[in-house]
């Protein structure tokens, strides 16, 4: 299982950015997959999350500026970041949840650092 992410990097408050995750090695079309961030001091938290027919959630502070989105043709996961913050400055994360018909436990790949300046 492999989970790859790319495309942090620094951004201005109010610019945007894409991160991608390649995955491998598992049932991607079946997983849910999810974005996770960690700032500097505090625990890893829920940014966003899509199922398998590309349902997604989003936790509250990033609702209305980031998308998650997925190709299953490509096994490819994004995360597009509008409207950036001073306060999304994190390494991020991507995440495949474990399932019934994917993953019998969850996997991470190495995190992304995104930067965020006012």
């Known amino acids: 299982v492999q989970l790859q992410a790319s495309g942090g990097g620094s951004a201005q408050a109010g610019e945007s950015l894409r991160l991608s995750c390649a995955a491998s090695?598992?049932?991607?079309?079946?997983?849910?997959m999810a974005w996770y961030r960690q700032a500097p001091g505090k625990q890893r938290e829920f940014v966003a999350r899509?199922?398998?027919?590309?349902?997604?959630n989003y936790a509250n502070p990033v609702k209305g500026r980031f998308a998650i989105s997925r190709d299953n043709i490509k096994n490819m996961v994004y995360l597009q970041m509008n409207n950036l913050k001073p306060e999304d400055t994190a390494v991020y994360y991507c995440?495949?949840?474990?399932?019934?018909?994917?993953?019998?436990?969850?996997?991470w790949g190495r995190g992304t650092q995104v930067t965020v300046s006012s």
């Open positions: 090695g598992f049932a991607f079309s079946v997983s849910n």
């Open positions: 899509i199922n398998g027919v590309a349902g997604t």
């Open positions: 995440n495949a949840e474990a399932s019934p018909f994917g993953l019998s436990a969850e996997a």
